[in-house]
């Protein structure tokens, strides 16, 4: 489900130039989740296209997972001003599109602190639950769900980035079991 162009359930819409969608292959049922569109998303009309996303998908080739293969978003649809992080009650107001996204999910990857909260009701620290595995329900289905860093943490924290990557490894071992 997609949120209609002049959509405007949540502030975001008044900043935004595009409404930014879901990217990759849904039929892998691997989706990883990131916090909000940054600028060139926002600009793009892609997650994952700035800096962050250089970041993963350095770790994505290093790993040996195809981007294509799986399906990245995020919480939100829009982006923030200035890169704030997504409040609760935009990430509600976009929730309905987002779950659409993951009825059909095999396998949710929640990368960082806004994914968790949203997904888990999470609001501790990332260092506790990164990398076990967990369950999260999504319209009346529990779906498996690893929490991890998300790439902007691994900018100036190595074992972020060790975690992460492991994350990613388990994601490319799992992805060649299901195919
Ligand atoms: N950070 C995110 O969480 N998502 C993007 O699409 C880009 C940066």
């Known amino acids: 489900m997609r949120p209609p162009e002049n959509c405007n359930l949540c502030p ?3 900043g935004r130039t595009n409404i930014v ?17 940054g600028e060139k998303e926002d600009l793009q009309g892609i997650p994952f296209v700035g800096k962050a996303g250089k970041i993963l998908d350095g770790f994505m ?28 009650e935009e990430m ?5 599109f987002l779950n ?4 059909d999910a ?7 602190k806004s994914a968790c909260k949203n997904l888990m009701g999470y609001d501790g620290r990332m260092a506790d639950i990164v990398n076990k595995r ?9 779906i498996p769900f690893i929490p991890t860093y998300h790439p902007s943490a691994c900018i100036y924290n ?16 799992e992805l060649e079991t299901l195919e």
């Open 12 to 14: 975001l819409s008044e």
């Open 21 to 37: 969608m879901p990217h990759g292959d849904a039929s892998s049922g691997i989706v990883f989740i990131g916090e909000a569109p």
């Open 61 to 88: 080739e290093e790993e040996g997972l195809q981007r294509s293969r799986v399906v990245i978003t995020n919480t939100v649809k829009c982006r923030p001003p200035g890169n704030r992080d997504p409040t609760e």
């Open 92 to 96: 509600a107001a976009c929730r309905k």
């Open 100 to 103: 659409s996204e993951l009825s």
């Open 106 to 112: 095999r396998l949710i990857i929640g990368l960082g």
């Open 134 to 142: 967990t369950a999260i329900e999504i319209d009346g289905k529990m």
């Open 158 to 173: 190595k074992s972020a980035r060790t975690v992460l990557r492991e994350t990613i490894r388990t994601v490319r071992e």
